[in-house]
Protein backbone atom coordinates (compact mmCIF):
# COMPACT_ATOMS: atom_id res chain seq x y z
CA UNK A 1 0.00 0.00 0.00
CA UNK A 2 1.38 3.42 -1.00
CA UNK A 3 0.49 6.78 0.75
CA UNK A 4 0.02 9.38 -1.39
CA UNK A 5 2.45 12.33 -0.93
CA UNK A 6 1.51 15.36 0.98
CA UNK A 7 -0.07 18.29 -1.20
CA UNK A 8 1.80 21.80 -1.25
CA UNK A 9 -1.33 22.71 -2.98
CA UNK A 10 -2.97 25.75 -0.57
CA UNK A 11 -5.79 24.15 1.46
CA UNK A 12 -9.40 24.77 1.13
CA UNK A 13 -11.01 25.54 4.52
CA UNK A 14 -14.44 24.86 5.13
CA UNK A 15 -16.99 23.53 8.26
CA UNK A 16 -16.40 20.87 9.92
CA UNK A 17 -19.25 18.43 9.73
CA UNK A 18 -19.83 14.89 11.51
CA UNK A 19 -18.39 13.24 8.08
CA UNK A 20 -14.86 14.86 9.09
CA UNK A 21 -14.99 13.48 12.77
CA UNK A 22 -13.19 10.20 12.21
CA UNK A 23 -10.25 12.33 10.91
CA UNK A 24 -10.19 15.52 13.09
CA UNK A 25 -10.12 12.82 16.33
CA UNK A 26 -7.23 11.41 14.42
CA UNK A 27 -5.19 14.28 13.62
CA UNK A 28 -6.31 15.68 17.71
CA UNK A 29 -5.18 12.28 19.37
CA UNK A 30 -1.81 12.45 17.10
CA UNK A 31 -0.92 16.18 18.49
CA UNK A 32 -2.24 16.32 22.16
CA UNK A 33 -1.90 12.75 23.05
CA UNK A 34 -3.52 12.61 26.65
CA UNK A 35 -4.50 16.26 26.69
CA UNK A 36 -6.26 15.27 23.36
CA UNK A 37 -10.49 15.59 22.88
CA UNK A 38 -12.93 13.12 22.37
CA UNK A 39 -15.06 12.83 19.82
CA UNK A 40 -18.30 13.37 22.11
CA UNK A 41 -16.53 16.98 22.29
CA UNK A 42 -16.00 17.57 18.75
CA UNK A 43 -19.67 15.97 18.59
CA UNK A 44 -21.56 18.40 21.05
CA UNK A 45 -19.26 21.50 20.04
CA UNK A 46 -20.61 21.30 16.19
CA UNK A 47 -24.20 21.07 17.74
CA UNK A 48 -23.79 23.84 20.25
CA UNK A 49 -22.53 26.41 17.58
CA UNK A 50 -25.15 25.63 14.98
CA UNK A 51 -27.68 25.77 17.01
CA UNK A 52 -26.48 29.22 18.55
CA UNK A 53 -27.95 32.35 17.61
CA UNK A 54 -26.30 34.81 17.42
CA UNK A 55 -23.50 32.47 16.80
CA UNK A 56 -21.39 30.97 19.88
CA UNK A 57 -18.50 29.67 17.88
CA UNK A 58 -17.16 27.55 14.83
CA UNK A 59 -15.39 24.70 13.79
CA UNK A 60 -13.59 24.12 10.65
CA UNK A 61 -10.88 21.84 8.77
CA UNK A 62 -8.76 22.26 6.16
CA UNK A 63 -8.68 19.96 3.67
CA UNK A 64 -6.18 18.73 1.02
CA UNK A 65 -7.80 20.15 -2.95
CA UNK A 66 -6.40 17.01 -4.53
CA UNK A 67 -7.64 14.16 -2.15
CA UNK A 68 -10.27 15.58 0.14
CA UNK A 69 -8.47 14.76 3.21
CA UNK A 70 -8.64 16.45 6.18
CA UNK A 71 -4.94 17.92 7.33
CA UNK A 72 -6.16 20.74 10.37
CA UNK A 73 -8.52 21.66 11.66
CA UNK A 74 -9.33 24.95 13.98
CA UNK A 75 -12.67 25.92 16.02
CA UNK A 76 -12.98 29.30 17.83
CA UNK A 77 -15.60 30.23 20.86
CA UNK A 78 -17.10 34.29 20.64
CA UNK A 79 -17.23 35.23 24.05
CA UNK A 80 -20.46 36.17 25.71
CA UNK A 81 -19.14 39.70 25.60
CA UNK A 82 -18.82 39.54 22.13
CA UNK A 83 -15.76 41.34 21.73
CA UNK A 84 -13.34 38.69 22.22
CA UNK A 85 -13.07 35.37 20.45
CA UNK A 86 -10.72 32.44 21.85
CA UNK A 87 -9.30 30.15 19.57
CA UNK A 88 -10.23 26.95 21.73
CA UNK A 89 -8.51 24.41 19.14
CA UNK A 90 -5.63 24.36 16.18
CA UNK A 91 -4.22 21.43 15.17
CA UNK A 92 -2.08 20.20 11.79
CA UNK A 93 -1.52 16.35 10.82
CA UNK A 94 2.47 16.00 11.13
CA UNK A 95 2.61 14.61 7.46
CA UNK A 96 1.44 18.74 6.80
CA UNK A 97 3.27 20.97 9.00
CA UNK A 98 5.39 23.59 7.43
CA UNK A 99 3.06 23.43 4.35
CA UNK A 100 1.08 26.77 5.06
CA UNK A 101 -2.27 24.90 6.36
CA UNK A 102 -1.60 26.19 9.86
CA UNK A 103 -1.12 29.83 8.58
CA UNK A 104 -4.63 29.47 6.06
CA UNK A 105 -6.39 27.84 9.32
CA UNK A 106 -5.32 31.19 11.20
CA UNK A 107 -5.71 33.22 8.68
CA UNK A 108 -9.39 32.17 8.40
CA UNK A 109 -10.46 32.47 12.01
CA UNK A 110 -9.05 36.16 11.73
CA UNK A 111 -11.49 37.07 8.61
CA UNK A 112 -14.07 35.54 10.33
CA UNK A 113 -13.46 37.40 13.72
CA UNK A 114 -12.86 40.50 11.94
CA UNK A 115 -16.07 40.05 9.98
CA UNK A 116 -18.04 39.61 13.21
CA UNK A 117 -16.85 43.08 14.85
CA UNK A 118 -14.80 40.97 17.16
CA UNK A 119 -11.78 43.37 18.63
CA UNK A 120 -9.28 41.00 20.69
CA UNK A 121 -8.31 37.07 19.70
CA UNK A 122 -7.05 34.71 22.01
CA UNK A 123 -5.31 31.56 22.61
CA UNK A 124 -3.61 29.08 24.65
CA UNK A 125 0.20 27.47 24.26
CA UNK A 126 1.92 25.08 26.16
CA UNK A 127 4.89 27.23 28.04
CA UNK A 128 7.36 24.51 26.45
CA UNK A 129 5.88 24.76 22.86
CA UNK A 130 8.75 27.09 21.37
CA UNK A 131 7.81 25.87 17.85
CA UNK A 132 4.13 27.29 18.04
CA UNK A 133 4.86 30.06 20.09
CA UNK A 134 7.45 31.45 17.44
CA UNK A 135 4.52 30.37 15.35
CA UNK A 136 1.48 32.57 16.51
CA UNK A 137 3.96 35.69 17.31
CA UNK A 138 5.06 35.35 13.52
CA UNK A 139 1.45 35.54 12.80
CA UNK A 140 1.05 38.74 15.23
CA UNK A 141 -0.06 37.43 18.30
CA UNK A 142 1.35 38.69 21.63
CA UNK A 143 2.73 36.93 24.79
CA UNK A 144 -0.57 39.11 27.33
CA UNK A 145 -0.27 36.31 30.18
CA UNK A 146 0.36 32.90 31.34
CA UNK A 147 -1.77 29.98 33.79
CA UNK A 148 0.32 27.95 36.12
CA UNK A 149 -0.11 24.33 35.88
CA UNK A 150 -2.66 24.64 32.93
CA UNK A 151 -2.11 21.75 31.33
CA UNK A 152 -1.41 18.04 32.61
CA UNK A 153 0.53 14.72 32.04
CA UNK A 154 3.04 16.69 31.99
CA UNK A 155 1.86 19.62 34.55
CA UNK A 156 2.69 22.80 32.31
CA UNK A 157 2.10 26.03 32.46
CA UNK A 158 -0.36 28.11 29.29
CA UNK A 159 1.51 30.99 27.72
CA UNK A 160 -1.74 33.24 26.91
CA UNK A 161 -1.20 34.95 23.54
CA UNK A 162 -3.55 37.44 22.20
CA UNK A 163 -4.09 39.54 19.05
CA UNK A 164 -5.96 42.79 18.78
CA UNK A 165 -8.19 42.81 15.68
CA UNK A 166 -9.07 46.28 15.59
CA UNK A 167 -6.77 48.86 12.99
CA UNK A 168 -4.71 51.17 15.38
CA UNK A 169 -6.33 54.69 15.36
Same mark, same amino acid.
Given at each position: ????????????????????????????????????????????????????????????? &? /?????? /? %???????? %??????????? *?? &?? &???????????????????????????????????? *??????? $?????????????? $? $???????????????????
Amino acid at each position: MTTAKPSRSCPRIRRMTVRDLKQVVAIEAACFGSDAWPRQAFTEMLRAFGQARPTRGGLWV &A /EDPGTG /E %VVGYAGIE %VSALRGEVDII *NI &AV &AEAHRRRGVGRALLRWIVRVCRRSGAELLWLRVRAS *NRGARRF $YRRMGFQQRGRFTA $Y $YHDPDEAAILMGMDLLPPH
